[in-house]
């Protein structure tokens, strides 16, 4: 069985929440892909969602460690790899206004990539990564800046990352953040003894990512 589109709302629900930022030291992306990918595809079929990524500086690599699990076509739906600015406004839809106060580097960015690349992809959960990886500065950003973001039944999480390493650590740093924000979510679904499949406990507010609000 493939995976299937959205059974609830194309949008995610809640207000935009930045989690803290964190060091991290990179993994090659072999390791990565074995890390927290089968833990995603599992809990993703748990509940019965369907994941899509939208990635800027990672080039398609969190897609990529998601179907390297066996059976991952029952959750996956596919990716964009939204590199250039323009491709993340014209093909995931991120406002163009956020980019342009913003900028691309942002939580506000990571958030938008996160929450449109469902509509684009027809499924429940977006992943998102935009950032830095060098080893030159970009969008007024350091190397190692990042940020991720999930879109899901929880609503839009965005963290931000403070990265050390070369330009391959940091990416696969960013993989692996990724799938563990995204498995942290899942589990706090579970948790929640939310109804199975879409739908688990969410705002009713409709989405504002303008508007943000720390995590504790």
Known sequence: ERARGPRGPPWGSGRLRTLP????AGLSHAAVAGAGA?????????????????????????????TSVPGASTVVRGGVVAYASEVKASVVGV????????????AAVAGELATRVRAV????????????????PADGRPPGTVFIGACGPWGILVEE???????????AATVRAA?????????NLRD???????????SEQPVDTNEREDAP
């Open 21 to 24: 930022g964190r060091p991290d």
């Open 161 to 171: 990352l403070s990265l050390t390493g070369n330009r391959e650590q940091i990416r």
């Open 179 to 187: 799938l563990t924000l995204l498995t942290t979510a899942l589990q």
């Open 95 to 106: 406002d163009a206004g956020v980019l342009a106060r913003e900028g691309a580097v942002s």
């Open 38 to 66: 089968p833990a995603v595809v599992a809990g993703l079929r748990e509940r019965g969602l369907t994941v899509a990524t939208a990635e800027s500086l990672t080039g398609g690599l969190v897609c990529a460690a998601l």
């Open 121 to 136: 992809m027809g499924c429940d959960v977006g992943v998102s990564t935009t950032g830095v990886a060098g080893p030159d």
């Open 192 to 202: 929640a003894d939310g109804p199975a499949g879409y739908g688990g406990a969410r």
